[in-house]
């Protein structure tokens, strides 16, 4: 069998030589994972215990990371309002109106994709 014919010499030719390696490694890579996963689970189903520990601990995680946002939605909203005592008192109005428009037009933008 030929080069060209072998299942080698067809990746060849449909992905170049070194897209053909990192396709093998990327592939081992994902085994690998998958088979540690299986190790973790095993583990994990195997003890209750350290199963409900693992997720009050993820929970308690996800719930940092919300107020880490909401905390970080504070200093958001703090600098805006710094910005605006910057801004000369006669642009104000007409800066604010662009400031809403721009928010409103992100934001709902933001909701499309998540919804």
Known sequence: MTEE??????????IGVSGTEDLLIEAFRDMVKDEIKKHVRSKI?????????LKRAVKDLVEAKVKESLAL???AKAGAKLGLEM???DMRAQFMRDLVSTFEKE???IFEKGG
Do not use: H, Y
């Open 5 to 14: 014919t072998s299942l080698r010499g067809l990746l060849k030719g449909a």
């Open 45 to 53: 189903d195997a003890n209750p215990e350290l199963r409900d520990e």
């Open 73 to 75: 939605l504070k200093i």
């Open 87 to 89: 801004v000369p008192e």
């Open 107 to 109: 934001m709902g933008a």
